[in-house]
């Protein structure tokens, strides 16, 4: 069984940092991609980041990128979102999922098939 368990936001002040961690277990993740994803009240899930589990390709939506790192630690099978420089639009619940991706990175929700819980993001101006 596939789990993945976020952890990690919080409360921040415009301008500030947080990290937020996935502990993923139950599939071999060298063959799959991990996924951010961030949804604020009244809108849609929207992609915020990509990392190829195997290789480490990287691919960022627009609105993040520069800011925030996507990365991976195999010895732990815990993926990592470092985001700086936060802004109140970021504020959202941000998930973590796990996905195929033809074995490279990707953006649409429909190309994951297990997600976490999500964790609350909120930063204040």
């Known amino acids: 069984q596939v789990q993945l368990v976020e952890s990690g936001g919080g409360l921040v002040q415009a301008g500030g940092s947080l990290r937020l961690s996935c502990a993923a277990s139950?599939?071999?993740?060298?063959?799959?991609?991990m996924g951010w994803f961030r949804q604020a009240p009244g809108k849609e899930r929207e992609f915020v980041a990509s990392i190829s589990w195997r290789i480490g390709i990287t691919y960022y939506a627009d609105s993040v990128k520069g800011r925030f790192a996507i990365s991976r630690e195999h010895a732990k099978n815990t993926g990592y979102l470092q985001m700086n420089s936060l802004k109140p639009e970021d504020t959202a619940v941000y998930y973590c999922?796990?996905?195929?991706?033809?074995?490279?990175?990707?953006?649409?929700?429909?190309?994951?098939?297990?997600w976490g819980q999500g964790t609350q993001v909120t930063v204040s101006s």
């Open positions: 999922a796990s996905g195929g991706c033809s074995g490279y990175v990707c953006y649409e929700t429909r190309e994951y098939d297990y």
């Open positions: 139950g599939r071999t993740f060298n063959n799959y991609a």
